[in-house]
């Protein structure tokens, strides 16, 4: 594949636990906010990452606001995106168009695509913290 070949790049994440606790934080700190929590919890999803490079699994389950490893959830998923860390990373500091990568192929989405595209609105609230989570930790080498 494709992937296989790709040099790391200065943007990458060291570890799955990064990755869970940037990107899975991000979520966490969505369900902590006063407006979004409400909104995302009533879409009732429950969404599945699978990240690559390194190789993550997340689940979002925005009913019960809960955030967990793959490996922890037992329950059904409504969708899984598909992506490289990289791509989450970049999503996250709105500079990834969900729709545009979804099309391109770095993104790839199996199952319910449209609650997704209603959740992307809401996330550009997020960036700002996103980013501004890494600057604090000191990971502007994950900066876009």
Same mark, same amino acid.
């Given at each position: 594949?494709?992937?296989?070949?790709?040099?790391?790049?200065?943007?990458?994440?060291?570890?799955?636990?990064?990755?869970?606790?940037?990107?899975?934080?991000?979520?966490?700190?969505?369900?902590?906010? !006063?407006?979004?929590?409400? @909104?995302? &919890?009533?879409? =009732?999803? $429950?969404?599945?990452?699978?990240?690559?490079? *390194?190789?993550?699994?997340?689940?979002?389950?925005?009913?019960?606001?809960?955030?967990?490893?793959?490996?922890?959830?037992?329950?059904?998923?409504?969708?899984?995106?598909?992506?490289?860390?990289?791509?989450?990373?970049?999503?996250?500091?709105?500079?990834?168009?969900?729709?545009? !990568?979804?099309?391109?192929? @770095?993104? &790839?989405?199996? =199952?319910? $695509?449209?609650?997704?595209?209603?959740?992307? *609105?809401?996330?550009?609230?997020?960036?700002?913290?996103?980013?501004?989570?890494?600057?604090?930790?000191?990971?502007?080498?994950?900066?876009?």
């Amino acid at each position: 594949p494709r992937s296989a070949r790709r040099k790391p790049t200065a943007m990458s994440f060291g570890s799955p636990e990064e990755v869970r606790t940037y990107i899975g934080g991000i979520f966490e700190a969505a369900f902590d906010d !006063a407006e979004l929590a409400p @909104r995302l &919890r009533s879409t =009732g999803v $429950v969404l599945r990452f699978a990240f690559t490079e *390194p190789e993550t699994d997340l689940v979002v389950d925005f009913e019960n606001a809960v955030v967990t490893t793959g490996a922890e959830y037992e329950g059904p998923v409504g969708a899984t995106m598909s992506m490289s860390a990289e791509t989450g990373n970049g999503y996250w500091q709105g500079k990834v168009n969900l729709p545009l !990568a979804m099309a391109k192929g @770095r993104i &790839r989405v199996d =199952g319910q $695509v449209a609650p997704l595209l209603k959740l992307a *609105p809401l996330s550009k609230k997020l960036y700002p913290v996103y980013v501004e989570r890494l600057t604090a930790d000191g990971r502007t080498d994950l900066l876009v």
